[in-house]
Each structure stands twice: as structure tokens, then as C-alpha cells.
């Protein structure tokens, strides 16, 4: 299992997964807004969502944990 992590402090915007949901390499997971601006977070493996950490509305830091994914293997 991997996590998809916050590459900065942010609010979290908009969840874009939901858990059991296959994803793709390079797919966008998670929008974060910080600053008035909005940047995607998007997962660096193929796989299934297990679980979704992140709340919408929610303050993350950099490095915390947004969706975990079980990767194909």
C-alpha cells in the first residue's frame, strides 16, 4: 500500500476519488487550494483506492497522507 502525499500546505479543495476505485499513474486524486490558487495532487502509481484521508475543507501539510492505494502488482 502506498500513500498519495500533500506536496504542499494546503486546504483541501476537492477529493476527486472515491475508495475502491481503480486509478491510473498520473491520474489527478486530490485539488488543493493554497494561496487563492488550486494544484492538483496526482498519484504516482497505478492501483486501487483503499482509502481517502483527506476531507474536503480540511488543512494538510506538506508530506501528509491523502488516499491510500494498494498498488497493481
Known sequence: MQA????????V???LVTPGQ???AG???VRLESMK???PI????????????ALEGAFVNEGD???????DA
Open 4 to 11: 498519495v502525499q500533500a506536496s504542499l500546505a494546503g486546504t
Open 13 to 15: 479543495f476537492k477529493v
Open 22 to 24: 481503480q486509478i491510473t
Open 27 to 29: 491520474q489527478e486524486v
Open 37 to 39: 490558487m488550486e494544484i
Open 42 to 53: 496526482e498519484s504516482d502509481v497505478a492501483g486501487r483506492v483503499i482509502e481517502v484521508v
Open 65 to 71: 497522507p491523502l488516499v491510500m492505494v494498494e498498488t
